[in-house]
């Protein structure tokens, strides 16, 4: 039994949930940030950085829900893809830093769910 591509739209709203939350994504970066460096996660620096977790988490929350509410399409598909892209390229900039070791396995999920998109795209044709 396959991955449905459809399935990843549930788990984007799980994620972007946990981000959208006050306490709780300030929870998520610290257990992401603790797999390596954050030192600069203190004072002015953690409320920054969760304020914009929390702007990315609103935003993704919302699209993440649109995408379950409209009729699934190719141009849908393949918006997703690029993003799936575009975030994996992000989290893999932030592993090169060394942030945190687990922005790789992150970004090797952003990676995976790509691939079921474009798979979804090839079937389409």
Known sequence: MSLKHRSIYYSDVGL????ATP???DFVIN????FG??????????????????IAGVLGLGI????LKIADSRDVV????LVKIAAACWLLYAY?????DAFLILAIADIYA???FGIALIRRT
């Not at 090169?96 to 945190?100: D, E, H, L, R």
């Open 31 to 34: 257990f992401l940030l603790s």
């Open 114 to 116: 790509a691939i079921m």
């Open 16 to 19: 972007f949930v946990l981000l």
């Open 78 to 81: 393949l918006i997703s893809l």
């Open 37 to 54: 460096n954050s030192d600069f996660y203190t004072g002015l620096s953690r409320s920054a950085v969760v304020s914009f977790v929390g």
């Open 64 to 67: 993440s829900i649109l995408r």
């Open 23 to 25: 306490i709780l994504n």
């Open 96 to 100: 090169s830093q060394g942030i945190s």
